[in-house]
């Protein structure tokens, strides 16, 4: 590990002082210029940068200046993602295969296509020869993600022509990508366990099983799990497989696909966007807010002390202390989530059948108890409800899943979607992404270096007086 005394504290605090000291920006300059941060409309609707035939995030109606909620939608190519889940629940049937056609190609597969495209993915799984060990094991990573983020960067070195940008190449090295992140997961995983000590973790993907079934299979030492856990596990993926082109992963890959530059560095910089846990590292946080309620609340089912805990939340006075009840809220989303719903209704069997029930009715009231907790505390300036975040990561400890891949398998998924805006931005973008930032920087006279001073201790900087 690297010595933490290259740069003692002493300097690092003054070098931080001074950094403060000189690069302040107020609230109040941001609505002098009407900036609109985080490309946020005032009113929180997001600022228009582009066009997409891919998805469609629905949650609010504009009329004549003025957001009206409504209840949540999610398209993929115009198909509404009740209607894509509800057919292959009907029909026994893995989805994500077809989800990922869809968004890349813009229509849904015959049976034909959908079977070879199935085996096209499964075909493509495993990583190069002794990538495991030339990239993977040599320098395991603390954090799947930030393995996963190498990995893809790794894979460049493997690609005969890496820079190609054409729709045939990019199609190419995006289901090899999108068929290879489930062995990039799982396997940056054993490394970590492997330096964590845990020696009896075994590695195999399995070509003849649909993707959720394969990370199942490689991630059970026995190999063993049911039809019901691979299904719900499927739905998961079909629901985080895209958000819309502004979602801040979708958008990071269009930015960088906009200079021009390679597959690899555009997909390895939405995962570490997804990373984040203003993004999909917010599975995370409500699996940890929960484990926090789990122990100040003593009865799950007393809708009193449920609602004083979650104000103990907001106050700051338990959870982490930020003071957010995390898995509600969400940037688009205003009376529901369709994500949150559909988890919610296909993992109750479930918990059920794995001793879960009383940790999922606790989600529930959570659910049904917060947007009051809210409204009370913070008045009724925003409408809440339940986001995905609230139920995923139930489902995947239901499933058995470690907390290190909550964020992972996210981008499991979401490397679909991404592939997918990466080509579109492509053919049709043809400008680089750059907007404009105003500066606050003064006119300055140039100082020669002999005549500047800094206390080194103090952290400051100062001229010399005449």
């Known amino acids: 590990m690297e010595?933490?005394?290259?740069?003692s504290p002493a300097i690092l605090k003054s070098l931080c002082g001074e950094y403060l000291k000189n690069n302040r920006i107020t609230p109040q300059e941001y609505e002098c210029?009407?900036?609109?941060?985080?490309?946020?409309?005032?009113?929180?609707?997001?600022?228009?940068?582009?066009?997409?035939?891919?998805?469609?995030?629905?949650?609010?109606?504009?009329?004549?200046?003025?957001?009206?909620?409504?209840?949540?939608?999610?398209?993929?190519?115009?198909?509404d993602i009740c209607?894509?889940?509800?057919?292959?629940?009907?029909?026994?049937?893995?989805g994500f295969?077809?989800?990922?056609?869809?968004?890349?190609?813009?229509?849904?597969?015959?049976?034909?296509?959908?079977?070879?495209?199935?085996?096209?993915?499964?075909?493509?799984?495993?990583?190069?020869?002794?990538?495991?060990?030339?990239?993977?094991?040599?320098?395991?990573?603390?954090?799947v993600m930030n393995m996963m983020a190498r990995g893809v960067l790794a894979l460049y070195a493997y690609d005969s022509s890496p820079e190609d940008t054409s729709i045939e190449n990019v199609m190419k090295q995006s289901i090899r990508i999108i068929a290879r992140m489930p062995s990039l997961m799982i396997s940056a995983y054993l490394a970590k366990m492997l330096k964590e000590g845990e020696q009896s973790i075994n590695y195999t993907i399995c070509r003849s099983h649909s993707t959720a079934e394969a990370i199942l299979y490689a991630?059970?030492?026995?190999?063993?799990?049911?039809?019901?856990?691979?299904?719900?596990?499927?739905?998961?993926?079909?629901?985080?497989?895209?958000?819309?082109?502004?979602?801040n992963s979708a958008f990071t890959t269009r930015v960088l696909s906009s200079s021009?530059?390679?597959?690899?560095?555009?997909?390895?910089?939405?995962?570490?966007?997804?990373?984040?846990?203003?993004?999909?590292?917010?599975?995370a946080k409500v699996n940890e807010m929960i484990r926090y309620i789990k122990e100040g609340v003593k009865d799950?089912?007393?809708?009193?002390?449920?609602?004083?805990?979650?104000?103990?939340i907001m106050r700051k006075e338990a959870g982490d202390g930020s003071g957010l009840i995390y898995g509600m809220g969400h940037a688009v989303y205003t009376l529901s989530d369709p994500r949150a719903i559909i988890l919610r209704e296909n993992a109750r069997s479930?918990?059920?059948?794995?001793?879960?029930?009383?940790?999922?009715?606790?989600?529930?009231?959570?659910?049904?108890?917060?947007?009051?907790?809210?409204?009370?505390?913070?008045?009724?300036?925003?409408i809440i409800c339940a986001n995905v975040d609230l139920y995923s990561g139930f489902v995947y400890r239901s499933l058995g899943i470690p907390e290190d891949l909550f964020t992972p398998l996210f981008s499991v998924s979401r490397v679909s979607g991404w592939c997918a805006h990466r080509i579109e931005e492509l053919l049709t973008g043809g400008r680089i992404i750059r907007p404009a930032y105003k500066s606050l920087a003064k006119s300055a006279q140039y100082l020669p270096l002999k005549d500047r001073t800094f206390d080194i201790e103090a952290g400051s900087g100062n001229e010399k007086e005449d």
Not at 83 to 94: F, G, I, T
Not at 223 to 244: N, R, S, V, W
Not at 260 to 278: C, H, N, V, W
């Open 3 to 7: 010595s933490e005394y290259n740069i």
């Open 260 to 283: 021009g530059t390679d597959t690899y560095a555009a997909i390895s910089a939405a995962i570490g966007s997804l990373k984040g846990p203003r993004h999909g590292g917010a599975n």
């Open 219 to 247: 991630l059970r030492p026995d190999h063993q799990f049911t039809p019901e856990e691979a299904h719900l596990l499927d739905i998961c993926l079909m629901l985080h497989a895209d958000h819309g082109g502004g979602n």
């Open 83 to 94: 209607d894509l889940v509800n057919a292959c629940v009907a029909e026994n049937r893995y």
């Open 300 to 312: 799950w089912y007393d809708d009193r002390e449920i609602t004083e805990f979650l104000k103990k």
């Open 350 to 382: 479930l918990a059920q059948i794995k001793g879960m029930g009383d940790e999922f009715h606790l989600l529930e009231a959570i659910e049904r108890l917060a947007p009051d907790v809210f409204y009370e505390m913070k008045g009724r300036g925003k």
């Open 97 to 143: 295969e077809e989800v990922v056609w869809l968004l890349l190609m813009g229509n849904l597969p015959t049976a034909e296509q959908l079977d070879l495209f199935d085996r096209t993915i499964a075909g493509c799984r495993d990583l190069p020869e002794n990538f495991l060990g030339d990239i993977i094991m040599r320098k395991p990573s603390p954090d």
């Open 33 to 79: 210029y009407n900036v609109k941060r985080g490309l946020r409309n005032p009113d929180g609707s997001g600022v228009v940068a582009g066009l997409t035939h891919i998805c469609n995030v629905h949650g609010y109606v504009l009329d004549e200046g003025d957001l009206f909620p409504v209840e949540g939608e999610l398209t993929y190519r115009g198909y």
